[in-house]
């Protein structure tokens, strides 16, 4: 089973970033419509009406439709019959389930990796990831936290040998609490990130599968709180700004 690559939704751009000659016009009304989301332009449960859309993004109905289409995959959206687009926010039921689903998943990525680390050139890649994580603090990279902790992740995926475990991992995830994590970072959360990266990173490299599933568990489940956290606050209407 592979990911539909023309409907993930592309990390939080600036947006100055956003629109440019080499993005098509559907990836345009996708990224700003899901850009308003995230920044509480459009509230949990508001109508997305197209032709308002259209109207506003100057684009084509069709594409904001498709645009649609790929936000509801994503869940940034409901598609409902009779009603069109709505904004939609996770609940803390919804949260939970599929974190557990993702603790598995990691734990088992992990385990895998682990039980593989004598082949051929794998003690060498988490050698690397533990050097990237050492410079990384070293240097106070927390900005480039986002692209290194999906190379991270990725690394360990493939080092598992199992070829779906990407694509598993994507299904069971809200793209909205990611992407609002990562923009919204902590140095305090970005230290514990470090730590957690560097437990997996080691257990797998002494190859020891009970303690990188413990470990990746561990990551994953301590996500839970903060994507609750996020999705309450996607609730509350965004503070109007003051004027001066």
């Not at 687009?85 to 803390?92: F, I, L």
């Not at 959360?189 to 413990?214: E, K, T, V």
């Amino acid at each position: 089973m592979s990911a539909d690559q023309t409907s993930i939704v592309p990390f939080y751009q600036p947006p100055e970033e956003r629109r440019n000659a080499s993005v098509s016009v559907t990836d345009y009304v996708m990224m700003e419509v899901a850009r308003r989301i995230i920044d509480g332009q459009y509230a949990p449960g508001q109508r997305l009406v197209e032709a308002e859309l259209t109207q506003d993004l100057r684009v084509s109905r069709s594409s904001v439709r498709e645009a649609l289409r790929r936000l509801q995959i994503n869940r940034f959206i409901r598609l409902e019959p009779n009603r069109g687009a709505t904004v939609a926010t996770p609940s803390r039921e919804e949260i939970v389930a599929q974190f557990r689903v993702r603790e598995v998943i990691s734990g088992l990525s992990a385990r895998a990796a682990a039980e593989r680390i004598g082949l051929p050139g794998h003690r060498q890649i988490v050698q690397q990831l533990l050097r990237d994580v050492d410079e990384q603090l070293a240097r106070n990279l927390q900005t480039s936290h986002r692209p290194e902790n999906g190379r991270f992740h990725r690394a360990i995926n493939e080092m598992s040998g199992i070829a779906d475990i990407g694509s598993l991992l994507d299904q069971f995830n809200f793209p909205i609490l990611h992407t609002i994590y990562f923009r919204d970072l902590s140095h305090e959360r970005w230290l514990q990130n470090m730590s957690d990266h560097f437990d997996i990173a080691r257990a797998i490299y002494h190859g020891d599968p009970d303690a990188a599933d413990h470990f990746a568990k561990r990551h994953m489940h301590s996500m839970v709180d903060i994507a609750v956290e996020i999705a309450e606050r996607l609730e509350k209407p965004p503070r109007a700004k003051s004027r001066l």
